[in-house]
């Protein structure tokens, strides 16, 4: 399984229990910035939170109303050779449970929430946050709730620091912060690098919107466009690429896929892909062929809103003989094929 090799060690559970466990690398993260003595881990699962949680904390308290995902989360406890762990079988909110647990320094709630909505709404998350922040309120006040990473961060109607994680590329997680756990509005982090980029207050860019493709283009993470920190990011390149040559534009695609634009070469941690722009050109698959053939392009990475039905005679007709050793990324607006080849891919 896919999922498996996120984890150091296969972790026992559920085939759906383990398509949706937290992710080694972000498992670590979280478990490093939520170190403490004592901590709870509420809605625990099959424990793969849970897991290195108890490696950074000297103590906690795994809550879990499913009776086989608890077994599962005491053998995944086992396997990594922890036995700091008291295991709590019971609902969260039940009075019963809470009196188990004494005051903590942390307490972390990875709460069940659908697996599909047309919007996702924090007033879908069970046990609500409200709830939980009421129900625990004597036990600490720092408190950190997983979210859906696709909720943007208006719709939080919370005072809490608003963290998207996006893995490999990928946006993965959303951590809200309460408490003394707050450090910032909002926050984007990539892993695994482990680099971030925080909100700031004050005057930042205006971003100028353009239909030209410059020389260079950056494909910035999704933790950072989810965060709705592409400010914070072009304020961060503009201070590297320097004043004259510091003009980065925003190049909207499509609705789900924007780069930033320059004619200046930068290199940015928070930037997912920094490409070359080869060409701009009208979108017709047989003429880009011929153009990828001529420059020993072997591989093609469509990149575009291209009909479900129609995906595969298009990258076929792209793709068509293709024997070089190179990748190029190809984005479509409107139309027009832009073809990008990867820098700085170590």
């Known amino acids: 399984m896919a999922r498996k090799k996120q984890f150091e060690k296969p972790l026992h559970g559920d085939k759906e229990s383990l398509r949706f466990a937290t992710p080694e690398p972000i498992a670590r993260y979280r478990a490093q910035r939520l ?5 709870a ?10 897991v290195f949680f108890a490696q950074q904390c000297e103590f906690v308290y795994a809550v879990e109303i499913d009776p086989k995902k608890i077994e599962y989360a005491k053998q995944n406890c086992a396997m990594y050779g922890l036995n700091n762990v008291k295991f709590i079988c019971g609902d969260a909110l039940d009075p019963k449970v809470i009196e188990q647990i004494p005051a903590v ?86 892993l695994p690098a482990g680099e971030g980029l925080v909100s700031k207050y004050g005057m930042l860019p205006q971003i100028k919107e353009t239909d030209k493709m ?4 950056y494909e910035p993470e999704p933790s950072v466009v989810a965060a709705k920190l592409l400010p914070e990011l072009v304020e961060s390149m503009m201070q590297v ?36 722009v080869l060409k701009v050109c ?14 020993n392009i072997g591989n093609v990475v469509l990149r575009a809103g291209v ?35 990867v820098i700085f891919n170590e």
């Not at 410059?214 to 283009?217: Q, T, V």
């Not at 298009?314 to 080849?341: M, P, S, W, Y």
Request: aromatic share 10%; proline share 7%.
């Open 35 to 39: 170190r403490a003595r004592t901590l």
């Open 41 to 50: 881990d509420i809605s625990c699962g099959i424990g793969g939170q849970t």
């Open 105 to 190: 320094d942390v307490i972390f709630s990875d709460p069940f929430r659908p697996a599909e909505e047309s919007k996702r709404q924090v007033s879908s998350l069970e046990p609500g946050i409200p709830n939980v922040l009421a129900a625990y309120g004597e036990k600490t006040r720092n408190f950190a709730f997983e979210a859906p990473p696709q909720m943007p961060p208006e719709r939080i109607p919370f005072d809490c620091e608003k963290e998207y994680i996006s893995l490999d590329g990928q946006l993965n997680r959303l951590t809200l912060y309460f408490g003394g756990l707050k450090q910032h509005d909002r926050m984007a982090v990539a």
């Open 214 to 217: 410059k020389l260079y283009a």
């Open 241 to 276: 690429a320097g004043p004259f040559m510091g003009v980065f534009e925003l190049f909207r695609v499509d609705k789900k896929r924007l780069l930033l634009t320059s004619d200046a070469l930068i290199k940015q941690a928070m930037i997912k892909n920094h490409y070359l």
């Open 282 to 295: 009208p979108f017709e698959p047989k003429k880009i062929n011929k153009f990828l053939k001529d420059r």
């Open 307 to 341: 009909k479900p039905e129609d995906y595969w005679k298009v990258r076929n007709e792209v793709e068509k003989g293709l024997e070089g050793n190179k990748t190029v990324h190809l984005f479509v607006k409107d139309r027009t094929a832009i073809l990008c080849e």
